[in-house]
Each structure stands twice: as C-alpha cells, then as structure tokens.
C-alpha cells in the first residue's frame, strides 16, 4: 500500500479518520425530518462560532460562490476591495464581474491594510460597502479586524464584508460586535472538513440591502436563504455529507473548548515561529500582523524550494506548499491549522530539518 501523504499545506489540510467517516455516513433526504433535525442540532454551535445571533447559512459551494454571492446581495453601487495578496486581490475581478464598480485599496504583498488608509478612502463618501480579507492565506498576513471594524462604525451605512476562510475557528472573531455584515468561511481550512462546501452569516443590514437588489440571483440568494433557515433548510439540495462531518467536527471543537482550541492554535503557531527563526530563515509577512494558522516562509536562504518539498513528500510523506502566485519559490507555507496539535508540528519541523541537511 502507498504510504498516505499528509497535508500541511495552507488548505485542504488533513482531515481525520472520525471525520471521514462521519463524511461517509448513510444518506438522508434532504427535505425531511431527519435533515432539519441535523441543522437544528448544528446550528447554535455555530452561532457561538461566529459569535452571532444571527441565523448561519450552510452553503455547498466554495468560499468564492459566497463572495460573490455577497457582492451581489450587499453592494449598491461602488465596493472598496482591499488587497494584500492573491485572494484579497480577486474580489475587485469578482465585483467588477458582477457589475459593480469597484476600487482596490491595494498594499504591498507581506504587508497589512491599515484601518488610516480606510478611513481615509471612506471618507470620500463614493463607497456603500468594504471588502476584506481577515487573513491573507498567500502571505500569511492577518488584517488588524477589531482596528478595521472600529473605523467601519464611523460608517454606519457601509457593509462590511469579511472573508474569515483560514482564520474562523482557529481564534475567536464575534461577528456581532464587530459589527460585521457579512462573514464567510469556508470548509478545509481551519474547520478540516474536505473541500466544497462553506458557511456563512448575515446581518439584518446586509439583508435589507439584499431586499432592494434585483439581479441578486437565485443560487446565492440571501432572502432565499434566510427564509429556508427559518425550517432548518436550505435552498437547494446540500451536500449532506459535509453536513454529516460538520456535526462530527463542532463534537470535537467544543469538547475541547474553544478557549483550548484557540490557546493550541496559537502554541502551534509559535512552534513554527521559532522554528523560521532558529533556522536562518525570515517571515514574509510583516512583524505584528502574522497568521496564527500559517506561516509564509521568506526564501532568505535561497534554497531550492520545489526540491525541499518533494524531498518532504517522497522521504516523510509530509506536504507543504511551495509559494503561491507571484511569490512561489521565493517562499514556502505551513499551515498548523485544524487538528495538529504540538507533537504533530513538531515531527513537520523535525522532517523539514532532515531534508534541509
């Protein structure tokens, strides 16, 4: 048998032996009993996930069906996208497809957007609503939220829309008193949940600007799913099987805790931290605004990153990433998202050791 290869790239990550097969449970129809009674089990949990009171939406598709779903539903007429890597930088394409004007408040990739720099283009008045990414995947950058969210407050009738992908659950984000409009994530990051399917909630806000938004859709639309949630539906056929291991998976988030779950997160994290540091290596993202999930390694040492990870894969059958986009082989990533835990991101780190000689 081929040894398993396990993932420690920045999503999907590895997905456990329970949760597979929760995953692989018998099928229910999804108009009965059986299938409301799966939500209204889940759906508290993960309202304290998203720290909101607000009803969550589960939604099968990627992250992306649901940001554009929320540009659709909230935009008016202008969005500020704010950019500061790969993904950030794909909502202003999204919006401008979806027939929106849109405008980039762009940054250098490594750095953060900073909440001045908002304001200032808010000011302006020329915006109805603000794009962001909480945390960067491509450069392991995590945005400055509560700042950010502070400075949205001085705008009351500007939506905020916040993609949480590789931070939700990982630490805690209440989307309530943030003020937050929309929140999305999505399910193979932190969540370690196979890939397809994604979550996401609404604020009473967002849902009456969706109310005057006439080409909102059907697939992603947001009065279609509230009114659905209302019987612990969803609009169209689910994926149930997502939503079999999502039940699986929020057992082992809060029997942890989220308080321990949040602590190990960030203990996991540290051990990568030290570990760039202690090798010679640098951060490409800057000081004080770094991931707590991934690390994007800067290539200070000029090593050969492509080898470095498939001699990872072929003599420890572990994987990580070798750089995205414009920075591959000039950086490589490692997540400590979801399951692992510090003997699980140690023995990655001791096998990067070994490969690196």
């Not at 943030?178 to 929140?183: A, E, N, S, T």
């Amino acid at each position: 048998m081929t040894p398993h290869d396990k993932l420690f790239i920045p999503g999907p990550v590895e997905v456990s032996e329970k949760t597979r097969a929760a995953f692989a449970r018998p099928m229910i129809g999804h108009r009965g009993e059986a299938f409301k009674n799966l939500y209204r089990e889940i759906h508290p949990r993960l309202q304290g996930l998203f720290g909101t009171k607000q009803p969550v939406f589960l939604s099968t598709s990627s992250a992306w069906g649901v940001m554009e779903a929320a540009i659709r539903n909230v935009v008016r007429e202008r969005v500020l996208c704010c950019m500061c890597g790969a993904f950030s930088d794909k909502w202003l394409d999204v919006a401008r497809r979806c027939g929106k004007e849109a405008e980039a408040l762009q940054v250098e990739w490594g750095k953060h957007i900073d909440q001045k720099a908002i304001d200032h283009e808010l000011a302006s008045g020329r915006f109805d609503a603000v794009t962001l990414i909480h945390n960067e995947t491509s450069t392991g950058v995590m945005n400055p939220l509560p700042e950010i969210c502070c400075t949205l407050a001085k705008y009351p009738d500007i939506a905020l829309v916040l993609d949480t992908v590789s931070s939700f659950s990982a630490l805690p984000i209440a989307m309530d008193a943030l003020g937050i409009d929309v929140m999305l994530t999505g399910a193979q990051k932190a969540l370690a949940l196979p890939p397809g399917f994604s979550l996401f909630s609404v604020s009473e806000k967002a849902f009456a600007r969706a109310e005057k938004q006439k080409d909102r859709g059907y697939y992603f639309d947001f009065l279609e799913f509230k009114k659905q949630q209302t019987e612990f539906m969803t609009p169209s056929t689910p994926s149930v099987g997502h939503i079999f291991a999502l039940q699986s998976k929020l057992e082992d988030i809060f029997n942890e805790t989220l308080p321990a779950r949040f602590a190990r997160h960030a203990r996991t994290n540290a051990l990568v931290h030290d570990w760039v540091a202690g090798r010679g290596f640098e951060f490409f993202a800057e000081e004080n605004f770094r991931s707590l999930t991934l690390t994007c390694v800067k290539n200070n040492r000029g090593i050969d990153v492509a080898k470095l990870v498939r001699d990872l894969r072929e003599d420890h059958h572990l994987v990580i990433d070798g750089g995205y986009g414009k920075i591959k082989g000039q950086t490589f990533r490692l997540s400590n998202m979801g399951d692992e835990t510090e003997e699980t991101v140690a023995h990655l780190l001791a096998c990067l050791d070994n490969c690196l000689g």
